[in-house]
């Protein structure tokens, strides 16, 4: 044994480039799985640990407004579990020295103690005392971002008034982990907070004594959801309940089901592609080795190696190979995962995220690495050690080359010894030549990905904030407000131009299908929120009918001249049978749009609106930030600016990464089949096939 380990140490520093170009695809396909399900483990298991301790809701339903006394007949619904009353609504804040407009959403609790559901977990200070009207507990991502502490000064509008408030404690929400405007994709901080106050005192502010205007509630085990969230809509409709929806639909909650859903597609197909091409290049290297040690394997069979003893000798060849690589992926693995723990910190605001590589994670990826390693070598091995020692000491029959159609097309100038020579040997082992050239094509097209991924997203959203979204400033309503609010904005200090909208919540169904979002009423030729087909042309909106962008009229399975059944939540909550008049494309989100003239009649209602787009002379913006903050009907104040800057944050720390995960892989691809080439042409063949190919030649 001590002369195979001897053998087994020389094979492997002679085959060291090999050796090393394979570990490194093994390492590719460990290092995925192992990011992925690191992230998987972390991202899943803090978040199931803090719904369960916290209590995190299952169903939510927005009304106008109920009375308090309807909780008991809400209880009452079979498969309802808990329920939990609560008044919210949306704020204006401002901090000192810091100027921009502040948007916020404020949710009441009770006095002086947690709420039974979503409850809140304390990183600073304590929950507001009972019978105290100005204290209030803010999100800890937007008091890490201004530096607030218990007991700072907040000013605030709530419901038209200017309160001054005064933190009592800083928390964290299982409800909004994610913590981002409801009409923007990524988190804002600096300009977005979640506040909770007592309920007396949110109540009397809003009116709202003795009623609520959103509900929260869990579900008995075995519950059926859509008949519970059908029965809840039935008693709510009077109420003006906008419809229950599930966790699917909740802001923060489906943004990490995507994100875990994302990881779970990663720790599959990413691993499985680059393991199975370490089985086929072990078994091409090993195939190799062994057709070159035919006479000395021979002679250890003659001087008593049993076929056991040389089978477990080539296996702790092909053995040391995937151990390198696995030890090397689970290290890059590792390195990795701790990068992006910085990251999604940032955007899930978990109490703990811990990433750590679970123990069973690194059997699973052993185990696999293995696997693949005694699938790509035990044929070679196997027909190696049966050959009899008399056979094997044979030299291997002379290659037959013949000339390849290659040759017959192209006149014999063009090519020359060498090329002859590499063309029927490629020609010889068309299996892996065709493996080779694939290899080298997907290891060019993940180099193509990482750069079209950069790429794609920068055009996307230069299509949304240059083509689309053109205006500066966007205004959010308390209520539906009469159309003339328009003339008031225009006269404000630095607004250029004011373009109004009215936005709606509705279902829209078509046959079995159905889609919950809402109807955007513009004017019919908008300038300042565009919309465009798909040559990227503005088009007008129809004078009757509604208009889908494509994915969300492929999600109803809708074509043009299709009719659309929509239910309005709001006001009457009517039903209404609309006809798909327009098709556009949109590079974020869906939507559904119609004349502001047409949506005001479906609503049964003069000229009202929900807000306003203003373009603005950015030399003014602090002067009409301040006249803003005066007009107490404005619920909340958007800054496109600031909502491209950050999108583009998230995506240079994120998207950034993603790409540099595709080079590496890429470029393991690329050795990986640059090897194989190399194993294939010609100054890998023995001196004898040297002799043999050019005779064959001449």
Not at 69 to 75: E, F, H, K, P
Not at 272 to 286: D, E, G, N, Y
Request: charged share 20%.
């Amino acid at each position: 044994m001590l002369t195979l380990n001897r053998k087994l140490v020389r094979d492997l520093w002679r085959l060291k480039g090999q050796a090393l170009a394979i570990a490194v695809v093994i390492a590719s396909g460990v290092m995925t799985l192992i990011i992925s399900v690191t992230t998987l483990e972390a991202l899943s298991g803090s978040r199931d640990r803090f719904y369960a301790s916290h209590h995190f809701a299952q169903v939510f339903v927005d009304i106008k407004r109920a009375p308090r006394g309807l909780v008991t007949q809400l209880q009452a619904i079979e498969g309802v579990n808990l329920v939990e009353p609560r008044v919210r609504a949306a704020v204006r804040l401002a901090v000192p020295d810091f100027e921009d407009p502040i948007r916020g959403t404020l949710l009441s609790i009770p006095d002086g103690r947690q709420p039974t559901l979503n409850r809140l977990h304390l990183v600073a200070g304590s929950l507001p005392e009972a019978g105290r009207d100005d204290q209030v507990v803010v999100s800890d991502a937007f008091a890490e971002a201004h530096g607030l502490a218990p007991g700072d000064a907040l000013e605030a509008i709530i419901d038209g008034r200017h309160t001054a408030l005064r933190l009592a404690g800083i928390a964290l929400s299982p409800e909004f982990l994610y913590q981002a405007a409801p009409t923007d994709l990524m988190p804002d901080y600096r300009r977005y907070a979640v506040l909770w106050m007592n309920e007396h005192t949110l109540a009397s502010a809003y009116g709202m004594r003795g009623a609520f205007n959103h509900l929260s509630l869990t579900l008995q085990a075995g519950a059926d959801e859509k008949r519970v969230i059908d029965a809840l809509d039935l008693v709510l409709a009077r109420y003006g309940g906008t419809g229950a929806t599930t966790r699917h639909d909740q802001q923060s909650h489906r943004f990490i089901e995507e994100e875990l859903a994302q990881q779970r597609i990663q720790a599959t197909v990413l691993p499985a592609i680059f393991l199975s091409v370490s089985a086929f290049l072990l078994s091409v290297v090993m195939g190799r080795i062994i057709q070159t040690q035919r006479e000395p394997l021979a002679v250890l069979k003659a001087f008593g190696y049993r076929d056991g003893e040389l089978a477990r000798h080539y296996a702790l060849l092909a053995g040391a190979i995937a151990l390198l690589g696995w030890a090397l992926g689970v290290a890059l693995g590792a390195w990795a995962a701790s990068g992006l723990a910085g990251v999604y910190r940032d955007y899930f605001r978990f109490p703990e995220m811990v990433f750590r590589v679970p123990p069973w994670a690194l059997a699973l990826s052993l185990l696999v690495v293995v696997l693949a390693a005694l699938t790509g070598t035990w044929r070679a091995v196997w027909r190696a050690v049966s050959r009899p020692p008399a056979e094997a000491m044979r030299p291997p029959a002379p290659i037959r080359f013949r000339r390849t159609c290659l040759e017959r097309i192209l006149p014999g100038t063009l090519l020359g010894h060498e090329a002859r020579i590499i063309l029927r040997h490629l020609a010889r082992h068309p299996a892996k030549a065709s493996f080779s050239m694939a290899g080298i094509a997907l290891s060019a097209g993940l180099l193509m990905m990482g750069a079209y991924q950069l790429d794609a997203v920068e055009r996307m959203i230069d299509q949304q904030y240059r083509q689309v979204l053109l205006m500066d400033v966007e205004l959010t309503f308390s209520e539906a407000t009469p159309a003339r609010a328009a003339g008031e904005l225009r006269h404000q200090p630095g607004v250029l131009t004011v373009e109004t909208w009215r936005r709606v919540p509705v279902t829209l169904i078509h046959e079995h299908r159905e889609y919950r979002t809402s109807l955007l009423g513009m004017v019919p030729e908008p300038q300042l929120r565009q919309v465009l087909d798909g040559q990227r042309r503005a088009q007008r909106l129809p004078e009757s009918g509604v208009m889908l962008t494509r994915h969300l009229a492929g999600e109803l399975d809708a074509r043009i001249g299709d009719t659309l059944e929509v239910a309005i939540m709001e006001g009457q909550r009517r039903r209404v049978s609309l006809p798909l008049v327009a098709l556009v494309d949109e590079p974020l989100g869906v939507g559904a749009y119609m004349t502001r003239e047409q949506l005001n009649a479906l609503m049964r209602e003069g000229p009202a609106i929900s807000g306003a787009w203003l373009l603005v002379d950015p030399a003014r913006t602090d002067a009409l930030n301040a006249a803003l903050w005066e007009m107490p009907g404005v619920a909340s104040i958007g800054l496109l600016a600031e909502a491209e800057r950050g999108i583009r944050d998230y995506l240079d720390e994120t998207i950034l990464l993603v790409a540099l995960v595709f080079v590496a892989i890429a470029t393991a691809g690329v050795i990986a089949a640059s090897l194989l080439v190399d194993l294939l042409v010609v100054r890998r063949l023995g001196r004898l096939d040297m002799i043999r190919v050019l005779k064959a030649v001449e």
